[in-house]
DNA sequence: ACCTGAACACCGTTCAAGT
DNA sequence: ACCTGAACACCGTTCAAGT
């Protein structure tokens, strides 16, 4: 039920495993609270309660609220940058729309904990994401949604081509969320990436 | 600008207009901040100081931080509500499908601030409307979506076909709120209907 | 290395008191 | 009717101190 399981701390220190489990327990009660409740609406209070542990014991493995946040975000952040810059690099073609939609529905898949954290939370991400790429990175969601969308289109595109293209993305993230307890997953992917190929054919008004 | 105390009743008969726009500047501002940075990262001194008076004076117009929210969303959601109540007297044809989306799309494109504010406040929302309707209203957005998509598929529609309806009333949210800014919102609101239509058309996959 | 207790400024809320 | 000032418990954060 959880996908915390690649979460790995990278704690230095050579060889030895470090048996304090903390840091990861943190990241697993926070993810889920904030997902459910909200970030703001959790206090730091209820996440140590949680483990048995004080507030202050949180500033040990990390360095704000923000920063367990971070700590969860950055790898499906990350994944979705290679995506942009790999889809990017392609001819824009049906191909091309074709293999990003599939990509962006794995990373999708594989995440959906965070993904759902970050649609709960629209309002405090802007804020918090603020250190991730650039400095100006407020809208960070918007721009990435906005990035990837502008690859299944051309540069001149209508606005309705815009809007649809605007709609497959959304497809994506909102139907794998929203359907996230449908017993095949496999049949969910694959009829989420019908609509969002439909949306992207070009196909104007034939029928 | 002197002391001759205008002794007005301030108070004429049935539904009297408080003199005072306090209230109304207080509504205004904090949509504006709640939908901006978030409801819970908006402090309610922001509010106060941006108006010039002090927090607790907001509790005179007010009896909370949530009521302020429900204030200005109340309407929109009563909105839905009656829309939801028209759907399920008509008959599950084409045409409800066809009227039952303009109509959303009529009441969503009325009240863009709000819709932006309901959408980047998800996780607070749960826990702000649980007052509205029954006493179990958790996930209460989610609640009405899924209300308006089961009207647009019959009661034994296959996974997809329910897919593709969830993904016809998003259309129409996101579609008229992402693209907020553009000139032409009657050109906007035929290209959102024209995919929210293609979405609920039966069509199962004959090209 | 890992955690605690006490302190900090800030938050939403209340309330007696002013006009 | 409309608003203020001061108080309340709670919040995220810091830090010296403990093991």
């Known amino acids: 039920m959880d996908d915390l399981a690649d979460l790995a701390p990278a704690r230095p220190g050579g060889a030895g495993r470090p048996r304090g489990d903390t840091r990861e327990r943190i990241q697993a009660v926070a993810l889920d609270l904030f997902a459910e409740r909200g970030y ?27 920063d367990i946040v971070r700590s969860f975000t950055e790898d499906y952040l990350g994944e979705l940058d290679a995506l942009l810059a790999w889809g990017a690099a392609q001819p824009r073609s049906a191909a091309t729309r074709a293999e990003l939609l599939t990509r962006y529905g794995d990373i999708v ?53 815009q809007v649809r293209a605007s709609m497959a993305v959304a497809s994506v993230g909102i139907g794998c969320m929203h359907y996230h307890q449908v017993a095949d997953q496999a049949e969910l992917r694959d009829i989420v990436l019908e609509i969002a190929l439909d949306l992207t054919g070009s196909a104007p008004s034939t029928p």
Chains 1, 2 share one sequence.
């Open 40 to 66: 703001e609406a959790t206090s730091l209070r209820e996440i140590a309660e949680r483990l048995g542990v004080t507030k202050a014991a949180l500033y040990y493995h990390f360095k704000s609220k923000e």
């Open 109 to 161: 898949g594989r995440r959906l904990g965070v993904l759902r954290f970050l649609e709960q939370n629209r309002a405090a991400l802007d804020h918090l994401l603020s250190e991730h790429g650039g400095p100006d990175r407020k809208q960070w969601l918007r721009a990435q949604f906005e990035a990837l969308r502008d690859l299944l289109v051309p540069p001149d595109a209508t606005l309705r081509d």
